[in-house]
């Protein structure tokens, strides 16, 4: 079964940048889309960035311009590399591959 493992999430000061990771098992991940979701308090899970196989990419409008998804199929790892951080963007971020969810790591941005 796929299982999903993000880190990386941290407390960041408005205008900075981090980078957040994925790490996959338990299934052939070189051949599979992966997605990233998050979820701020009080709100609903929102779509955020997504990876093709083909590392076609697609992003969010309120994302495009300060987010970048990528993959390295050799550690079978997504990473999401976020900058311009805004309060607006505190929430606990989700990977999700073939319908199997990760636990999250938690994007706090704070003066």
């Known amino acids: 079964q796929v299982q999903l493992v993000e880190s990386g999430g941290d407390l960041v000061q408005p205008g900075g940048s981090l980078r957040i990771s994925c790490a996959v098992s338990g299934s052939s991940f070189s051949r599979n889309t992966v997605a990233w979701y998050r979820q701020a308090p009080g709100k609903q899970r929102e779509f955020v960035a997504r990876?093709?196989?083909?590392?076609?990419?697609t992003y969010a409008d309120s994302v495009k311009g300060r987010f970048t998804i990528t993959r390295d199929n050799a550690k079978s790892t997504v990473y999401l590399q976020i900058n311009s951080l805004t309060p607006e963007d505190t929430a606990v971020y989700y990977c999700?591959?073939?319908?199997?969810w990760g636990q999250g790591t938690q994007v706090t941005v704070s003066a």
């Open positions: 999700t591959m073939n319908g199997a």
């Open positions: 990876i093709y196989k083909d590392v076609r990419t």
